[in-house]
């Protein structure tokens, strides 16, 4: 069967690197067909690695040497988990594809699907795309798996197979398709559970995800960063100045007990929540927020800002108050709930 594809495999050129006590192969770039070398991501250096984090994906790279192990990052909204997928695919040199998954993901976007094709005398073929999961099998890439505790029990069914391919073997879908499974081929899955279905109400439209495909994957929690991390991270990505980035990390810890507990708002107040708030109170203030930059945002900036970006979304009025009261005891000023009529 005919494949559309990115045409020969690249011979794998590689160097060793050791981190934090872990050995792994970095790829350079000619190890992939040029179509892919624009998905190898570049390193932020502003985000940060959790030590568990970290050394769960290099446990699990360095058993899927022999056949796939995915690891599974699950944690609350914006705690980093696609980000340190990503880092992790710029500190070994890999391109990183990702789908975002949902109960409308095709099979065709993880494996394969039908396309209709012409051959070299113009007449119509029928001949196969692959998908982003077999493009990760068949070129040694790191594919995630975004929000993967929203993929319905059928969907979990489909990607059980590729997610313990063995290296060097060949996978075959149920179409018939063939992908040779390739070192260097990586699965990361992300979901806001850990695969138990939402137990706090904050995640509606999750799902419990299938136990055998759990007996898959080495699963770890991404946590949010203690405050001294984070506030570097906030400045650091966003820009602004240290004193200003401390205050507003200060305020979600302050909130994030109460909320995660369910004795206050229901939404937390994310590092990715802190870091969009940063950027927008540069922006306020009319700066462009370029991460390096040490911008201090103005007080009716940083109110604007705190709308625009968090306050204004939050459900009700209840939230509004809660946070409003945390703002002005942490901040020192006031940001009123929004009047109602």
């Not at 022999?66 to 695919?89: C, D, E, Q, V, W």
């Amino acid at each position: 069967m005919k494949i559309k594809d990115f045409g020969p495999l690249p011979a794998p050129v590689t160097r060793a690197m050791k981190v934090r006590g872990h050995s792994f192969q970095h790829y350079k770039p000619e190890s992939f067909p040029e179509e892919l070398r624009a998905l190898i991501p570049s390193f932020d250096k502003g985000a940060k690695f959790p030590p568990e984090v970290f050394e769960t994906l290099c446990v699990s790279n360095t058993l899927s040497k022999r056949a796939i192990t995915p690891t599974y990052l699950f944690g609350h909204k914006g705690s980093g988990k696609t980000l340190s997928a990503y880092n992790f695919g710029a500190l070994t040199g890999r391109p990183v594809l990702k789908v975002m998954c949902s109960k409308a993901t095709e099979v065709g976007d993880l494996i394969s699907m039908p396309w209709l094709d012409a051959n070299d005398d113009g007449a119509a073929v029928m001949t196969r795309i692959l998908g982003a999961v077999a493009i990760a099998l068949k070129y040694g890439c790191i594919v995630i798996l975004d929000e993967a505790d929203r993929l319905t029990p059928y969907q979990q069914g489909t990607i059980m197979g590729p997610l313990e391919a063995k290296i060097g073997s060949v996978y075959t879908d149920e179409s018939g398709c063939q992908i040779p499974v390739r070192e260097g081929a990586f699965v990361i899955l992300t979901g806001n559970t850990n695969g138990s279905g939402d137990t706090t109400g904050l995640y509606p439209g999750t799902q419990i995800l299938n136990s055998a495909l759990l007996d898959r994957v080495l699963a770890v929690g991404v946590q949010y960063l203690d405050p001294d991390t984070e506030s570097k991270v906030v400045a650091a990505q966003a820009g602004v100045d240290d004193g200003f980035a401390a205050s507003i990390v200060k305020l979600a810890h302050k909130t994030r007990e109460s909320v995660l507990s369910g004795t206050g708002s229901t939404v937390p107040l994310s590092t990715r929540s802190l870091v969009q708030w940063a950027k927008a109170a540069a922006a306020y203030s009319g700066f462009e927020p370029e991460p390096g930059r040490s911008i201090s945002p103005t007080k009716k900036a940083i109110i604007a800002a705190w709308r625009a970006s968090f306050f204004n979304s939050l459900p009700d009025a209840e939230d509004e108050a809660f946070y409003a009261e945390a703002f002005n005891g942490v901040l020192g000023f006031e940001c009123h709930p929004t009047p109602t009529a």
